[in-house]
């Protein structure tokens, strides 16, 4: 049975915190790992459910991995297993990052489809398409991705749309490939950058990180490095969305702000005195927010990680946002769960109209995936009197210190097991 927690609403939140790893960059320089035989060094990894989980897949493909407090030390053999297929590959989506290392390592790659959030249907044709013209076939059978490929061979791979797994699977597989790779219209996330960054330091050749073009040239062979995980933006910002809804104060640190601009931008325009320095931001709001409307986008856009957030916002907002979702069909479900709190929401197609109130109601909720779980938690600061929040062992996915960080900035907030 999943915990719960008890959140207490109606106060300023004030304070600072410190983020740690992003959880979506940890994860794929953990996969990065299989592609350089030795000892990868990772360091600044968040506390969060999904990294021992992305060690026991690696461990089942003959890695052995240490986790030591922040760091990770993962020594892979020089031929890794090829066959992903074993229970904690199904448990959380970035385990298909493995596709693209393994294809480039062992010639062969069997993964399970992962699982993950319940955000939408999450097809990896994109994946597939590229891996093929890098020279591999590659099928879904029996709920596995089964790839091959005598030998990868570079190719302008065109996305459709700018994919932040595809994007990784195709680079994973570029970097190990005989000659050149153009990948166009690639994503442009942070964890990108990062996981670029990490490649380049093991001996990959890319170039045009952190834009939509994105040039590999294969080398025969990389070796292992120690990288430390930038920030979380998205933690970083459920923390400055935060601030705002509670009219508070909260300086948040271990965050580069430029990977936040626009979202600092929005809490500007919702009436927020927003201050930046090198690697953290601060959030001071005075008055009760005013409304503002929202589109996710891929990066540089507003991050569809944080719509849940923009929808709190709104729901206590002087007057009326419209929130458009652009990346994840499945989205709004976390609006029926802001309704029983007393939201003013409307639903059309992938847009929600949202008519602000000063104060929510508290009731009974329940998480459905990481950022519903956060949103749901920072909604239940707004709301009068005691929230219960269930299935919170989505937000440990995600969100490391989570209790600790709001007790500190001076929420009253419990976990107990469901049962009580
Ligand atoms: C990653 C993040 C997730 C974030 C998302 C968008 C991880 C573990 N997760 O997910 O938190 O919300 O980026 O910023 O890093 N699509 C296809 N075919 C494909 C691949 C994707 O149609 O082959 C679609 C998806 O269904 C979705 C959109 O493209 O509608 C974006 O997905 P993508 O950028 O791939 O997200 P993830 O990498 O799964």
Redesign the pocket.
């Known amino acids: 049975m999943s915990d719960r927690f008890l959140v207490t609403g109606g106060g300023r939140l004030v304070g600072g915190v410190v983020v740690s790893g992003a959880k979506?960059s940890v994860?794929k320089l953990m996969a990065a790992a299989l592609l350089a035989e030795g000892t990868t060094t990772i360091s600044n990894c968040p506390d969060i459910l999904d990294v021992p989980l992305m060690a026991a897949v690696l461990e089942g493909l003959g890695c052995v991995v240490r986790l030591d407090g922040d760091i990770v030390e993962i020594t892979t053999p020089e031929t890794p297993r090829y066959r992903a297929d074993f229970e904690a590959v199904e448990k959380f989506?970035?385990s298909v990052c493995v596709l693209g290392p393994l294809l480039a390592r062992c010639k062969r790659a069997i993964v399970a489809l992962p699982g993950g959030d319940a955000i939408?249907?999450?097809?990896?044709?994109?994946?597939q398409q590229g891996l093929r013209q890098l020279g591999a076939t590659s099928k879904i059978e029996h709920g596995c991705v089964v790839a091959e490929a005598e030998a990868l061979h570079g190719a302008e791979v065109s996305l459709e749309?700018p994919?932040?797994?595809?994007t990784e699977n195709i680079l994973m597989a570029a970097v190990l490939a005989t000659g050149e790779t153009t990948i166009i219209n690639a994503?442009r996330?942070p964890?990108i950058v990062d996981l670029c960054d990490m490649l380049v330091q093991m001996g990959a050749r890319i170039e045009g990180a952190g834009t939509s073009v994105l040039s590999v040239v294969g080398v025969e062979k990389l070796h292992p490095t120690s990288h430390r995980v930038i920030g979380d933006r998205i933690v970083a910002a459920t923390w400055g969305i935060a601030a705002a809804i509670t009219q508070g104060d909260v300086e948040v640190s271990g965050i580069d702000p430029a990977h936040l601009s626009l979202v600092l931008d929005k809490l500007r325009a919702v009436g927020a005195e927003v201050t930046t320095r090198e690697n953290s931001f601060r959030v001071v709001q005075r008055n009760r927010p005013v409304a503002v409307n929202f589109a996710t986008l891929?990066y540089p856009g507003f991050?569809?990680?944080l719509q849940p957030m923009a929808i709190v916002l709104a729901a206590v907002a002087d007057g009326t946002s419209v929130i458009t979702e652009n990346?994840?069909e499945a989205r709004f479900r976390f609006v029926e769960e802001m309704m029983r709190l007393g939201a003013q929401t409307r639903i059309d197609g992938h847009h929600v109209a949202i008519r602000g109130i000063p104060q929510l109601s508290s009731a009974h909720v329940w998480s459905s995936d990481i950022r519903a779980g956060a949103g749901l938690v920072l909604a239940a600061l707004v709301a009068d009197g005691v929230t219960i929040v269930d299935d919170v062992f989505h937000i440990d996915r995600g969100y490391p210190s989570f209790v600790e960080d709001l007790k500190s900035l001076g929420v009253e907030i419990v976990r107990v097991p469901a049962s009580d």
């Open positions: 979506n994860l989506r970035a939408g249907s999450r097809p990896l044709d994109m994946h749309f994919s932040v797994g595809a994503a996330e964890d891929p991050p569809t990680d990346i994840f």
